[in-house]
């Protein structure tokens, strides 16, 4: 209370928000008590109820909305509010489920209404509609290829059961050579040689050794699991395709004001081509959307720059600086200090696609004779290979963050290049601590050397 008797509280920043707690049957809507004589209310999960619930908040005057991200039953609430016309904040749930009192629905669309109209919640990233569209064709892409691969255990487990070691003499068995091996034992080919014959001439095994591991046993039952692995397989191979078909004309969308490239794009860094990629070519395609070439970056291919791009968007600006962006990634230190003194530096843990794509890249990087390779190498050797691939993929995430905002062109500086920084940053530092404590440090003729 202050000295004139009036109760002091937070300012008021949002005098018209008002708070949703989001549910898989109703959702509880509450807006300021002087706006409504009845300022909570409840909605069914309906499509109508919440059309309903949207233009009762226009009428009372309500201009934004906050909600928790509660599993997926927040995304049509997100979509219908946003299309009338409401600024929704969708928070995460870690900053707003300190509920005083009695925990219920109402008590908790009350307590984030309050914390919205005081500006207390931040919102949570959400691209816009034509890059969430294609983010859930590429995660839908993603998941149909987690269970094409479930399925190819099934044939290889079915392959063992036969005694077929043919994942022994080819690197994959759903490779040109493998698939068509396949396809024949279930067609109804038993005899080693003809399926032997089968092989492709880029294939790095001899007809012999093929030969040997085809000479199975061929039980009904086993063949007939081959043969249900295989259909699902390719089944989903076709699902697959469509995907496809999807992203390729929601990137022509993304790319229809945007002017053609008027030169073609130099060659790939790398001749390989990445397993399960996109049909089509994604190079060029974002290259016209980004207008920079994602691919200059180790470790980063047409797919995996299409699956940066679909998570997070072209306009990294939402992130004032490249801290943000690889705090959002989880990929930086945490800061948990109390009294002055760190109670906890890890990396918090994390469910974004995003970081996860990071770190498998930061593993493959690690292998190269790159700068990025060496770093990783170095920390590794000193740190472990756990936090090596996490400082590795907060590096690679800076040089996307740097690419993207500022349309950098990265230029790998080289293996010998990086370790001779390395080496000239390790001298000044003996070189500062010998002149704290009153020495010098001369060079011998094995270091000058």
């Not at 300021?32 to 226009?58: C, G, H, K």
């Not at 229809?256 to 397993?275: S, V």
């Not at 770190?359 to 936090?387: H, P």
Request: charged share 20%; hydrophobic share 40%.
């Amino acid at each position: 209370m202050s000295k004139s008797g009036k109760a002091i509280g937070l300012p008021i920043i949002n005098a018209r928000a008002a708070g949703i707690d989001i549910g898989s049957r109703i959702q509880v809507a509450a807006v300021p008590p002087e706006l409504s004589d009845d300022p909570v209310q409840t909605f069914q999960s309906f499509t109508a109820d919440i059309e309903r619930m949207a233009n009762w908040l226009i009428s009372v005057g309500i201009t934004t909305v906050a909600m928790e991200s509660t599993g997926v039953y927040w995304i049509p609430v997100y979509e219908i509010l946003e299309d009338h016309g409401l600024t929704v904040v969708l928070a995460n749930a870690r900053d707003c489920k300190a509920v005083p009192g009695r925990k219920s629905d109402v008590n908790d669309a009350q307590w984030l209404q309050r914390l919205h109209a005081c500006g207390l919640l931040r919102a949570s990233f959400h691209p816009a509609r034509d890059i969430a569209a294609l983010r859930a064709y590429m995660r839908i892409r993603d998941r149909h290829l987690e269970y094409a691969a479930a399925h190819m255990q099934h044939m290889q487990k079915a392959l063992t059961l036969m005694n077929l070691q043919l994942h022994h003499v080819l690197s994959d068995i759903s490779g040109v050579t493998g698939l068509k091996i396949i396809r024949a034992i279930v067609a109804g080919e038993k005899d080693p040689d003809v399926l032997a014959a089968m092989r492709d001439v880029r294939c790095h095994e001899s007809i012999q050794t093929i030969r040997a591991a085809l000479v199975g046993n061929y039980q009904a039952e086993h063949v007939f699991a081959l043969s249900q692995a295989l259909a699902l397989f390719d089944s989903y191979q076709e699902r697959i395709a469509d995907c496809d078909k999807q992203i390729e004309n929601s990137l022509q969308l993304l790319n229809a004001d945007r002017p053609r490239l008027e030169a073609p794009l130099p060659a790939p860094r790398t001749k390989t081509k990445q397993a399960n990629a996109p049909k089509f070519d994604v190079r060029s395609m974002l290259y016209q959307l980004t207008g920079t070439d994602l691919t200059l970056i180790h470790g980063i291919g047409p797919s995996i720059a299409l699956s940066l791009v679909a998570e997070c968007g072209t306009d990294l600006s939402k992130w004032p600086t490249e801290k943000h962006f690889t705090s959002w990634l989880c990929l930086s230190p945490g800061c948990k200090i109390s009294g002055g003194k760190v109670l906890s530096a890890h990396t918090r843990r994390t469910s974004s696609r995003l970081a996860s794509q990071l770190r498998l890249v930061a593993v493959n990087v690690g292998r190269t004779e790159t700068a990025l390779g060496a770093f990783y190498r170095r920390l590794a050797a000193r740190i472990g290979k756990a936090k090596a691939v996490t400082a590795t993929a907060r590096k690679l995430a800076i040089l996307f963050y740097r690419t993207m905002r500022f349309g950098m062109q990265y230029e790998d500086p080289g293996v010998d290049q990086y370790e001779q920084r390395y080496r000239e940053r390790v001298v000044k530092q003996l070189q500062r601590r010998a002149a704290h404590f009153g020495f010098s440090l001369q060079p011998t003729a094995e270091g000058v050397s």
